[in-house]
């Protein structure tokens, strides 16, 4: 008689332990990635806080230490409007393996004028896609390395009903900043499902999972002296839209699940139960603007040729994973759309 293996259901309050392995959150300094790096580190891992500002990161591992004994948090300084300085950043990590990166950091701008970075690219596509991308390509080795290692990025519920115009990217023709924003994060969600197919197709362990955190505000945010703090006011006066929307430490539960969750598959989506907004976290079916392979091998493309980097995971982990039969857990199912080799 054949039996059902008996999956237990996610807790985000009892997560598993994950001591021995090391996580790199970006924007880990402030919002859900604070809270991202709080949660991941209260299951004796290493967390790297990947952040531009030395000062915030150090607030918040004085307030991840106070809330987790023992936690083992470490910062990098990483600016990913800077492109050329990437590879330093991952330089300094001096690590020679890497368990998951959530590609958690981002910029939204509500007003105009339209800004760039140094690099000349439009801000919030540069901080929220490219430089998440070529991060990834600087990452590939240490991810390589690490059998059944993630990359988990985080879209928007905002990208639901935007498209991406390929021939104008970078919103130079005409920019609308909440929908050059919602833009930036569809590039980011196509870029994460394609990374996924690129990785099967390259019979890599690693594997590339899509989140999103739902609503967050700050002002449901439990506080975190000095990284956050918020007034009994602000609680009160808020508290009803919390029916809707949640905390940044809710917001957090997605990627802390797609790092840890050993069900959790390479090109699934996980997000907020209740109307993709707030809640516990599960796996939501894809948008069926995220199956358009077609858009996301031409935007990958794009991002090649405007950063220089071109994220490739060799084979040489499969090597690997053959020796080591404690390897990844489950990881390894085929997602929909496996890439053509040819592409
Ligand atoms: N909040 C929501 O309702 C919501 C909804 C959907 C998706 N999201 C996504 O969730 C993620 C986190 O959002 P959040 O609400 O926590 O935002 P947040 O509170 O504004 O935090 C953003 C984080 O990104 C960092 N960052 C910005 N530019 C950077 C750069 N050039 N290099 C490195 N780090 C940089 C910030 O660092 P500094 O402190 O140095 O500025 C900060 O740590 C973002 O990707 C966002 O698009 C949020």
Redesign the pocket.
Known sequence: MSSVPHVPRWDVHRLPRAGGKCFLV??G?????YFVAEQLAGTGATVVL????RA?SEAAIGSIGSRVPGADVKHVL????DLASLKASVDALGLDRLDAVVH?????LDHPPRRETADGHELMFA??HL?HFALTHHLAPLLTATPGSRVVT?G???AKSERLDLDDLQSAHDYRPKRAYARS?LAQMLFALELDRRLRAADSTTVSVLV?????LDSLTPSRPPVHVRTTGERLSRLPLGLVVQG?DA?AWPAVRAVLDPAVRGGRMLSPRAFGLRGTPRTEPLWNHLADTVTAARLWTASRDLTGTDPTFSTADTAVLSRDPGGPTGARERSPGQVNRSR
């Open positions: 970006t924007g300094n402030a919002g859900i990635g990947g952040s531009r500002d915030k990483l600016d990913l409007a958690n950091a981002g910029v939204a901080t929220n430089g985080t928007s519920f905002a994060k999103h955190p739902g609503g967050a940044k917001a």
